[in-house]
Nanobody, 115 residues
Framework: QVQLVESGGGLVQPGGSLRLSCAAS????????MGWYRQAPGKQRELVAR???????NTADSVKGRFTISRDNAKNTVYLQMNSLKPEDTAVYYC?????????WGQGTQVTVSS
């Protein structure tokens, strides 16, 4: 199995920044993708950004130019730098790992953007 531990959520004012981290452990495949999804109340879970072990990344149009995903392969950790946050970014953010036979999810971390 693959375990994911997320950190970095919280309450921030509009225009502020947060950085999410997600560390993977367990049966890590040499080739895999890690990413962030989010789910707002009453809405479906949606992709925010994901990145492969080769560094190929894709980011949702709604956060392009504001959010940046990066990773440290040595630490099996992925980061999501979120700048210029908006109230509509408020959601539970979930880390995801896909590789080998595993599709694993973190427990989620709440991000609230409010004044």
């Amino acid at each position: 199995q693959v375990q994911l531990v997320e950190s970095g959520g919280g309450l921030v004012q509009p225009g502020g920044s947060l950085r999410l981290s997600c560390a993977a452990s367990g049966s890590i495949s040499s080739i895999h993708a890690m990413g962030w999804y989010r789910q707002a109340p009453g809405k479906q879970r949606e992709l925010v950004a994901r990145i492969t072990t080769h560094g190929m990344a894709n980011t949702a149009d709604s956060v392009k130019g504001r959010f940046t995903i990066s990773r440290d392969n040595a630490k099996n950790t992925v980061y999501l730098q979120m700048n210029s946050l908006k109230p509509e970014d408020t959601a539970v953010y979930y880390c995801n790992y896909r590789g080998g036979t595993y599709d694993s999810w973190g427990q989620g971390t709440q991000v609230t953007v409010s004044s």
